[in-house]
């Protein structure tokens, strides 16, 4: 699932229960409210998953087995939550 369907499940999903908006045709929904509703889900979207860049809590020190260990299920561990790792 690309990014773009998860925005737009999670907006749907969020929406669910506003019986003025129709289906979208396209990218496009035909109500401008909500497309407005739309476009503003999407920037926050994305914002939120930028804020969800997160530094490995443990260094990766070449030679050290226990913290190359150490690093890589950190690592693993925040992926699987969602977060993007760096460092």
């Given at each position: 699932m690309s990014n773009g369907d998860k925005i737009r499940a999670e907006f749907e999903r969020t929406n669910a229960r506003d019986h003025r908006r129709e289906p979208p045709k396209g990218n496009n929904y035909i109500d401008p409210?909500?497309?407005?509703?739309?476009?503003?889900?999407?920037?926050?979207?994305?914002?939120?998953?930028?804020?969800?860049?997160?530094?490995?809590?443990?260094?990766?020190?070449?030679?050290?087995?226990d913290g190359q260990w150490a690093h890589e299920v950190a690592e693993k561990s925040l992926r699987a939550q969602g977060f993007k790792v760096i460092g």
């Open positions: 409210m909500a497309q407005a509703d739309w476009e503003s889900f999407q920037k926050g979207w994305e914002a939120s998953r930028t804020s969800l860049c997160i530094k490995n809590p443990f260094e990766l020190i070449i030679g050290d087995p």
